[in-house]
């Protein structure tokens, strides 16, 4: 029997953010994973490795991921790295790439969908950029939201392998489960917007349905393991956005 | 005699953007590619391709790339696919993972470079948030282009294994030529405010200067086929942002 390799996931420990894909991954795989600053070392932790102070790459931003000696940082990174040790994405070529360049896609919408409430930066605080951040979240919603959930239509259409139940393949990937995060994170952001789009996109609809739905995913939605949204994440909840 | 593959770059013609991560790639390794909306088609051989009306995945934006049948979008993805097969990335899976690392970190320094002027999004023109790109680009000068780069001053640091003058392994590789890229649409963009860091980022300088002397690229910098820095694409010299 091989022995499983250990995993440890550092993550900022009050938020989903961009952590919770990799959470996703591990556990619809069914696989062990330490959410290293939800213990002990707290958020310190994740500090340290960015000084440079572990062993292996000094990691930018978390989240990363550390097995054994080596250190994995850049989310869509971290999910290439994984897909294949935990059964989450096709064995061939065309597969992988078509998978790493949907994530990456989901990571730009992702960034735009935090810029709505940080279109200064990181540097100052929602308080301080209050205005700005009306006009590009409605920016955002008039053009941004739908043309990115309008492709993710279309490539769901365009999968006949998976007659347009998935992303990639015929299975479930990990894309398929990035995919259901952004919808929730949209839906708790920005619910009435969000209402509007939503029934134009009934692929990807039925895609985070059916990520909602799997067993280890609706065991792990329900336990105290997936951190609530809140103001502090990607996806924040400020009716004054989302008119 | 194996038959060499026919690589068809697609990106806008009238700037480098992010196809040129990918042009530095081919360039150095003096591997022949069709640059195709430079060609008859124009920039409507690109919207046809993201319009799905061609064969293989259907990208969500430029740049993407066509070998035979398959299209492989998102530069880092594109750099990816190419790296080993243009020979810039070692073959060992944890130097990929670095390289692939190191790249999607630069493409979080040109997304946070590009909204330096465009704070409010792609909707609107710089004209219409001019004061808001002045705000984040005077935050951006203040703690971000320092951060980003004295962080890729310490992985060549960290580097042992090319005595720091490579990011990744022992030679050059494709991330060394998305720095220099990086250098040089900062100095660009940002010449009073660069010379400000430059002098604290010496192996990033010096990685910027070896690249520059590669007879390759040296050849292509001179070329026609290197496309002027220009008020259109990425790193724009609006000299109200660099004070």
Do not use: C
């Not at 000094?58 to 994984?82: D, E, S, Y």
């Not at 070529?93 to 730009?108: G, K, M, P, V």
């Not at 920005?190 to 209402?195: A, Q, S, T, V, Y």
């Amino acid at each position: 029997v091989p022995i499983a390799p250990r995993y440890e996931l550092f993550y900022w420990s009050g938020i989903q953010g961009r952590g919770e894909f990799v959470r996703l991954a591990f556990e619809e795989a069914g696989v062990k994973y330490d959410d290293v600053a939800r213990g002990e070392g707290g958020d310190d932790a994740v500090v340290k490795m960015m000084a440079g102070k572990g062993a292996g790459l000094r990691p930018f931003a978390p989240p990363f991921l550390r097995v054994g000696k080596l250190v994995v940082a850049q989310t869509a990174n971290i999910l290439q790295f994984l897909g294949p040790r935990l059964g989450l994405v096709p064995d061939d070529e065309a597969s992988r790439l078509a998978a790493n360049q949907h994530q990456l896609t989901i990571a730009d919408l992702v960034v735009e969908t935090h810029d709505t409430h940080h279109p200064l930066g990181p540097t100052f605080y929602y308080q301080d950029q209050k205005q700005e951040a009306r006009r590009r979240a409605a920016a955002f919603m008039k053009e941004r939201l739908s043309k990115f959930l309008l492709y993710f239509e279309a490539i769901l259409a365009d999968n006949k392998r998976s007659k347009g139940r998935h992303l990639v393949g015929k299975g479930l990937s990990y894309v398929d489960l990035s995919l259901f995060q952004v919808m929730e994170g949209l839906s708790y952001a920005f619910p009435r917007n969000l209402e509007r789009v939503r029934r134009r996109v009934p692929r990807v609809q039925a895609v985070r349905d059916l990520v909602a739905a799997r067993p280890r995913i609706a065991a792990y939605l329900a336990s105290p393991r997936r951190i609530p949204f809140n103001e502090r994440g990607i996806f924040r909840h400020y009716p004054e956005l989302d008119p």
